[in-house]
C-alpha cells in the first residue's frame, strides 16, 4: 500500500519529463524488490574534530554496526557519512 501511495504521489506531483525515472525507483505494490538496487546512507551529524573513527562515541558505534549488519544481511548495502556542524559565520 505504501508503495502505491507513493508512486501515485508521483504520478502526481513529477514532471512527466522526469516522471519515469522517479518510478523506477519505487516498484509497484505487486513487483518484488530488489535489494541490492539500494543503498541506506546512515548520515550522522558531528561536532568531532576527530580523525578516523574516533568521531562517534562507542555506543553509537555498537548501535550503527548492530543495524548496519542487520541490512547487510537483507541485502542492502550500507554507508555511514559524516556530515560536520560548519560555523554559519
Not at 508521483?10 to 505494490?29: F, K, N, Q
Amino acid at each position: 500500500m505504501f508503495r502505491t501511495q507513493v508512486r501515485q504521489l508521483i504520478e502526481d506531483e513529477v514532471a512527466t519529463d522526469a516522471r519515469e525515472a522517479w518510478l523506477r525507483l519505487v516498484p509497484g505494490a505487486d513487483e518484488a524488490v530488489d535489494r541490492s538496487q539500494y543503498r541506506v546512507t546512515y548520515a550522522v551529524i558531528a561536532n568531532s574534530t576527530r580523525e578516523g573513527r574516533d568521531w562517534l562515541p562507542f555506543f553509537s558505534k555498537l548501535n550503527l554496526m548492530q543495524q548496519g549488519r542487520q541490512l547487510v544481511t537483507l541485502g542492502f548495502s550500507v554507508v555511514v557519512a559524516r556530515v560536520p556542524i560548519t560555523d554559519p559565520d
